[in-house]
């Protein structure tokens, strides 16, 4: 098993940056491919970016693309979220997720696929 635990969310004015960080406790991270989701209030949880194992396969909704750059650093058991140019409608709990398995280009986009958590973080973009 492998604990989650999402950090550096806050509020920030559009435009602004922020570096989402999600650590592991437990054993063997890098066996895990992680994702980040998000949930604005009233809408459905949605993917946003997720990392293989090794970092050799990045996946990024179509909406943060070119501003938002995801990467993980196994020896620290953390995967990185950095978000810059950020809009309102970016604004969201941000949740880390983990599976044991190589990458499957379906599944890392399905929420329901990651049987690990993190408890979210707070984002909100507003001037």
């Known amino acids: 098993q492998v604990q989650l635990a999402e950090s550096g969310g806050g509020l920030v004015q559009p435009g602004g940056s922020l570096r989402l960080s999600c650590t592991a406790s437990?054993?063997?991270?890098?066996?895990?491919?992680i994702g980040w989701f998000r949930q604005a209030p009233g809408k459905e949880r949605e993917s946003v970016a997720a990392i293989s194992r090794n970092s050799d396969y990045i996946y990024y909704v179509d909406s943060v693309k070119g501003r938002f750059t995801l990467s993980r650093d196994n020896a620290k058991n953390t995967v990185y979220l950095q978000m810059n140019s950020l809009l309102p409608e970016d604004t969201a709990v941000y949740y880390c997720?983990?599976?044991?398995?190589?990458?499957?280009?379906?599944?890392?986009?399905?929420?329901?696929?990651?049987?690990?958590w993190g408890q979210g973080t707070q984002v909100t973009v507003s001037s």
């Open positions: 437990g054993r063997s991270f890098s066996s895990y491919v």
């Open positions: 997720a983990a599976y044991a398995n190589t990458w499957q280009v379906g599944r890392v986009k399905d929420a329901s696929r990651y049987p690990y």
